[in-house]
């Protein structure tokens, strides 16, 4: 399994951006689809975002969707979330996870990291 650490996350003002980072362990990064999943509280975790392994199919959950960006970097070992225009109701613990495939299934991911807090002001 490759194991996963986020970074990245915050306290920002309704409206402005915040780009998360989940670096991997392991050269076989390129192997692995990747999701990034939120959990706010109170709630169940859900789907945001999944990227292919080369990058070129990424499902977006679509209250998500045009503001938040999901990209990879082989390279780096890297996945990134781009997130804009960041609402109050966007609040929440983000996860990024490992998968052979892309999914938007929460099930499906069996390497996953600890998270990192996103909290977004009114």
């Known amino acids: 399994q490759v194991q996963l650490v986020e970074s990245g996350g915050g306290l920002v003002q309704a409206g402005g951006p915040l780009r998360l980072s989940c670096a991997a362990s392991?050269?076989?990064?390129?192997?692995?689809?990747m999701g990034w999943f939120r959990q706010a509280p109170g709630k169940e975790r859900e789907f945001v975002a999944a990227i292919s392994r080369d990058g070129a199919n990424t499902p977006y959950a679509d209250s998500v969707k045009g503001r938040f960006t999901i990209s990879r970097d082989n390279a780096k070992n890297t996945v990134y979330l781009q997130m804009n225009s960041l609402k109050p109701e966007d609040t929440a613990v983000y996860y990024c996870?490992?998968?052979?495939?892309?999914?938007?299934?929460?099930?499906?991911?069996?390497?996953w990291g600890q998270g990192t807090q996103v909290t977004v002001s009114s």
């Open positions: 392991g050269r076989t990064f390129s192997s692995y689809a």
């Open positions: 996870a490992a998968n052979i495939v892309t999914s938007r299934r929460e099930a499906n991911y069996g390497s």
